[in-house]
C-alpha cells in the first residue's frame, strides 16, 4: 500500500511542476488541466486512507 501512495505522490508533483511550467509560458488551459490531474491522485489517496 506505501508503495500505491508514493506512485500517486510523484504523478501529482510532476502534474503541479508541470502547471508551474504552464502558468510561467501563459498556457492557463493546460495549467488548469494539469492542476486538476495533479488533484485527482491526491484526492483518492485521501479517500482511501480514510475509509
Do not use: K, N
Not at 509560458?25 to 484526492?43: D, E, F, I, K
Request: some cysteine; hydrophobic content about 55%; glycine content about 6%.
Amino acid at each position: 500500500m506505501p508503495y500505491f501512495f508514493s506512485v500517486l505522490l510523484s504523478i501529482s508533483l510532476y502534474c503541479i511542476a508541470y502547471a508551474v511550467h504552464s502558468f510561467r509560458h501563459r498556457y492557463a488551459a493546460q495549467g488548469v488541466c494539469a492542476v486538476t490531474l495533479a488533484l485527482l491522485p491526491l484526492g483518492c489517496g485521501v479517500l482511501l486512507l480514510f475509509s
